[in-house]
């Protein structure tokens, strides 16, 4: 029993010990987070005072030598000016059209068609066998007058043997002799007759319409055309306030979009001196090369040339801007080792497409801003790199 009681005693003093153990070491861990808390203050606080300082101090020589102080710059992209060609256009639609159309037509009367020797869409040369007429009543005929000149040249031999022996007379023989002569003009005259029967192309070129058939009447008209498609032509309607700027000889610049968008260059060969009482338009024309991917009727846009001038200044068009002084570009100019922007007053001049002529305001080498000019107050600090 003694044994037992000294055992609890034992293991009372233990656990005793054990808690009066941790009840040191958790006052000392409170202890420390205190210390460093305190710590992290006073480095806070002064981190402020030395903070103050320095914009203090920064505030201090600012005031000495204004130019150390800190701008913000935007960044803009420029681009420096040279002079170059400026032209304008009239933009206009026009068409491509053939200088040679041919209606083909007999040389005679017509007649039913008995063969046909062209397809629509065939190419043929002038002269061609297009179409053979029914000939029968000219063949007919050439047959009886060949008959009578047989009949007449034997009558005339007759005369001519009775006059070699002193029988009959002179007018007897000249009857002869005219009777002949006759018939072989008839007979000549059939003969053409008989060639009219053919159809032949009157000149070189596409046969754009074939609208006959064998046992149908040919009479002509529009049953065959053939166009000309090396000798092809641009007509334009142009109004008429640009009567005097567009003249013979005037540059063309021609692009054919269902030709992928084939550019041909050439000049106004035609230019009327009519206008239309409707469109108030006059009429041009002008040349274009033989080309055979060219199509008469085919849809053209037409670029005529009414202005033109060399070595001049041109700027995109974006970058105009107006006030209440007009109109102006921002520029990039260095001062006291510095970008910055500045307003260029400018006076324009033509504007086609994204280029507009500048005729005042700007020179050779200046430097505009072409991109981040938005907003820009003159005398902004600029930038062209990422800083």
Not at 255 to 282: M, Q, Y
Not at 298 to 308: E, M, N, P
Not at 350 to 355: M, N, Q
Request: glycine share 6%; net charge positive; hydrophobic share 40%.
């Amino acid at each position: 029993m003694q044994n037992l009681f000294r055992t609890a005693a034992v293991i009372t003093t233990l656990v005793l010990l054990a808690a009066c153990g941790a009840k040191n070491s958790n006052s000392d861990g409170n202890k420390g987070i205190a210390e460093k808390k305190a710590q992290l203050e006073k480095l806070k606080v002064q981190q402020k005072e030395i903070n103050d300082k320095v914009t203090s101090l920064e505030e201090e020589l600012i005031k000495l030598d204004p130019s150390l102080k800190k701008e913000n710059k935007k960044l803009v992209a420029i681009t420096a000016l040279e002079p170059g060609s400026f032209t304008h256009y009239i933009d206009l639609q026009g068409r491509v059209d053939a200088n040679n159309i041919a209606y083909v037509a007999p040389r005679g009367q017509g007649g039913l068609v008995k063969a046909v020797y062209v397809k629509q869409g065939q190419y043929v040369n002038k002269g061609q066998l297009l179409l053979k007429l029914d000939d029968a009543i000219a063949q007919k005929q050439i047959d009886q007058l060949n008959t009578q000149l047989a009949y007449a040249k034997d009558l005339l031999q007759r005369q001519q043997n009775l006059w070699d022996q002193k029988i009959g007379t002179e007018v007897q023989l000249l009857n002869a002799k005219n009777n002949v002569v006759n018939i072989e003009k008839q007979l000549a005259t059939a003969r053409e007759q008989l060639s009219f029967s053919n159809v032949y192309a009157e000149m070189s070129g596409v046969a754009e319409t074939v609208n006959i058939k064998v046992g149908e009447a040919f009479m002509g008209g529009q049953q065959i055309r053939i166009v000309n498609t090396n000798d092809l032509k641009l007509m334009v309607q142009v109004p008429e306030n640009y009567m005097e700027a567009v003249n013979v000889g005037t540059p063309v610049v021609i692009t054919l979009p269902e030709a992928n968008n084939k550019t041909i260059n050439t000049k106004v060969s035609v230019a009327g001196k009519l206008i239309d009482p409707n469109s108030r338009s006059f009429y041009v024309e002008a040349k274009l090369p033989a080309d055979k991917s060219l199509r008469p009727n085919q849809i053209a846009l037409v670029k005529l040339q009414d202005y033109t001038a060399k070595s001049v200044i041109s700027v995109p068009v974006g970058t105009l801007q107006n006030d209440d002084k007009g109109k102006f570009v921002m520029a990039a100019v260095q001062e006291n080792g510095k970008l910055v922007a500045r307003k260029k007053p400018v006076t324009i001049g033509e504007l086609y497409g994204d280029k507009v002529e500048i005729k005042e305001g700007l020179k050779e080498g200046d430097r505009i801003i072409t991109d981040g000019f938005q907003g820009l107050y003159d005398g902004q600090a600029i930038t062209t790199s990422m800083e």
